[in-house]
């Protein structure tokens, strides 16, 4: 008979013990509610002792959750239809907010984050969705955390991670990018125009004072295209060289014209020669 009893008493304890005893995981904490109220002490990882009965324990994740944001369709301030979706990391920092203020808070999160990632797209400009993409990040975690922090939630950081544009707007792009490219390209062709005429300006005040040194010029030209080992060959001669030519050339004297005599028949005959 007494062990009958001892044996029932070990069974309760047993029974009483494994409703009792709950396991709490490092990366969680547990909420206990006393006939429905939370009571203020968070149960740390490991093995929590609870009142059958009247005791519920409720586990919150303290661990960063990824969640993406679906891809929103928008149109930026300068009137560009754009389709951009993010990503946002947040944690959960005081866990009987997150119980209690929100009934999901992985939803809730979820809508604020979409409904700010189109307000950021409406208050935007192309330019910024692709360039300044760090200032709209820390603008769209500070709308998000705004309503957040009342749920016991962390925003952890917002990224966004594509922007899709239409075939039209990404070839009128091209086409835009393809023009500075053309601009930058001419202003950089005529910069160095530019510095050349001065460069030459000084090569020819050099050579002005020296002429032997146009003589070299010329004479390394023609080696430069004689080890082209061209057919033709186009060898340039300076005007100044012809001019010195034609002022040291002793001019040729050409012999007076004889005079024509007229004969009395109206016919001019030609002056008789000498010795004849």
Do not use: C
């Not at 023009?179 to 090569?203: C, M, P, T």
Request: aromatic letters at 4%; a neutral charge.
């Amino acid at each position: 008979m007494v062990v009958e009893i001892l044996s029932a008493v070990a069974v309760a304890g047993g029974a009483w013990l494994a409703t009792s005893l709950r396991v709490v995981k490092q990366y969680e904490r547990g909420l206990v509610f006393r006939f429905g109220r939370v009571r203020p002490a968070i149960r740390e990882p490991g093995l929590a002792l609870l009142v059958p009965i009247a005791d519920r324990l409720q586990k919150v994740n303290m661990q960063i959750i990824t969640m993406p944001i679906p891809a929103q369709d928008g149109i930026t301030r300068d009137n560009v239809t754009v389709r951009v979706d993010a990503v946002v990391y947040f944690k959960v920092i005081d866990p009987v907010l997150a119980a209690v203020n929100v009934q999901d808070y992985r939803s809730a999160v979820g809508q604020v984050a979409q409904t700010s990632l189109r307000s950021i797209i409406g208050k935007s400009d192309l330019d910024d969705l692709l360039s300044n993409r760090e200032r709209l990040n820390e603008g769209l975690e500070l709308m998000i955390d705004s309503p957040a922090l009342d749920w016991g939630i962390h925003i952890d950081r917002v990224e966004i991670k594509d922007v899709a544009l239409p075939e039209s707007m990404k070839r009128s792009m091209s086409r835009q990018a393809e023009a500075e490219r053309e601009r930058r390209a001419r202003v950089i062709s005529a910069d160095g125009e530019l510095q050349a005429s001065y460069k030459l300006s000084q090569a020819a005040a050099t050579m002005a004072d020296t002429p032997a040194a146009l003589q070299l010029r010329l004479l390394e030209t023609v080696v430069q295209v004689s080890a082209e080992k061209n057919s033709t060959l186009v060898l340039p001669f300076p005007v100044e060289l012809l001019r010195f030519l034609d002022a040291n050339t002793p001019k040729r004297e050409t012999p007076a014209k004889e005079p024509e005599v007229s004969e009395g028949n109206g016919q001019v005959a030609p002056a008789p020669r000498e010795g004849s």
